[in-house]
């Protein structure tokens, strides 16, 4: 999300925030692109989303995961709850 196109070194991923937040998304998960101007760089836009973004298994050397970023979310569909987590290769 944070660098799909030309644009992305420019704004630094903040032309697509709006983008994001219209497609009123549950949950995402970060992918390589995310952390392409860095860890505060992705954060700056994240902050910005409105919804919220995990990952499962990228961790810092203490242990926590990139950003601080949540390892799983919950959702709930038609009254049922939904274990989601984000993998990122």
């Known amino acids: 999300m944070i660098s799909p196109d030309k644009l992305s070194p420019i ?3 903040q032309h697509m925030v ?3 937040n219209a ?13 392409d ?4 760089g ?5 902050k910005q989303c409105n919804s919220p973004w995990i990952i499962s298994n990228l961790k810092m050397p203490g ?3 990139i950003g601080g970023l ?4 919950i959702a709930e569909h038609q009254g ?3 274990g989601i987590m984000g993998l990122c290769g």
């Open 80 to 82: 049922v709850k939904i």
């Open 18 to 20: 709006k983008v994001y």
């Open 37 to 40: 101007f860095g860890i505060d």
């Open 11 to 13: 704004t630094k991923g």
């Open 70 to 73: 949540n390892r799983i979310h």
């Open 23 to 35: 497609l009123n998304i549950e949950v995402s998960c970060l992918g390589n692109h995310e952390l």
């Open 42 to 46: 992705m954060l700056d836009v994240l």
């Open 63 to 65: 242990g926590d995961t």
